[in-house]
T-cell receptor
Framework: GQNIDQPTEMTATEGAIVQINCTYQ??????LFWYQQHAGEAPTFLSY??LDGLEEKGRFSSFLSRSKGYSYLLLKELQMKDSASYLC??????????WGAGTKLIIKP | GAVVSQHPSWVICKSGTSVKIECRSL??????MFWYRQFPKQSLMLMAT?????????EQGVEKDKFLINHASLTLSTLTVTSAHPEDSSFYIC??????????????FGPGTRLTVL
């Protein structure tokens, strides 16, 4: 079956760095997305990786290893507004998004 | 960046009535739009894929006669919840693909519509 695993909850301190991991098993693979979702709002797109390696976008970076079925989202210089759920989603061979349940990130002052 | 809007943002209706939710791509054309449903503390659940000018493709377990989808133009898809019941209360989210963008896999999400059926 198809499956996405990511931690349910993580806690970090303002100004610090946090890494959110995601492992996936899908029927075919056409890329992996990370989304940020604040409570009561729709998820917003953060990154898309289809090739192995690290992609950096400001304070956020995303890494992909296709051979390992693994990705992580790295958040630097954490701010209180980064408190949100972070969704990992893989695109399968039918271009359907397989979603993880999300990682709730709690930022403490 | 690409913007997707939904209308209304919130809707409260009586049981048995029908509710229409609109999803618009504001600054790009979308041949494909997606409708999701989200329950509290759960990830998005894909309900159907809406293709411009053709019938929608529904996910297993989603009643096509209850959730009517129309994608009449490249910028508008509508989801109509017919004969809504309290169990239909949920957060409905649409997304759209920018057909002209180089990265055609990226979906842009709408802000969502919160439906409460009394």
């Amino acid at each position: 079956g198809q499956n996405i695993d990511q931690p349910t909850e993580m806690t970090a301190t303002e100004g610090a760095i946090v890494q959110i991991n995601c492992t996936y098993q899908t029927s075919g693979f056409n890329g992996l997305f990370w989304y940020q979702q604040h409570a009561g709002e729709a998820p917003t797109f953060l990154s898309y990786n289809v090739l192995d390696g690290l992609e950096e976008k400001g304070r956020f970076s995303s890494f992909l290893s296709r051979s390992k079925g693994y990705s992580y989202l790295l958040l630097k210089e954490l701010q209180m507004k980064d408190s949100a759920s972070y969704l990992c989603a893989a695109l399968d061979s039918n271009y359907q998004l397989i979603w993880g349940a999300g990682t709730k990130l709690i930022i403490k002052p | 960046g690409a913007v997707v809007s939904q209308h209304p943002s919130w809707v409260i209706c009586k049981s048995g009535t029908s509710v229409k939710i609109e999803c618009r791509s504001l600054d790009f054309q979308a041949t494909t739009m997606f409708w999701y449903r989200q329950f509290p503390k759960q990830s998005l659940m894909l309900m159907a894929t809406s293709n411009e000018g053709s019938k929608a493709t529904y996910e297993q377990g989603v009643e096509k006669d209850k959730f009517l989808i129309n994608h009449a133009s490249l910028t508008l898809s509508t989801l109509t919840v017919t004969s809504a019941h309290p169990e239909d209360s949920s957060f409905y989210i649409c997304s759209a693909r920018d057909q002209l963008a180089g990265d055609t896999d990226t979906q842009y999400f709408g802000p969502g519509t919160r439906l409460t059926v009394l």
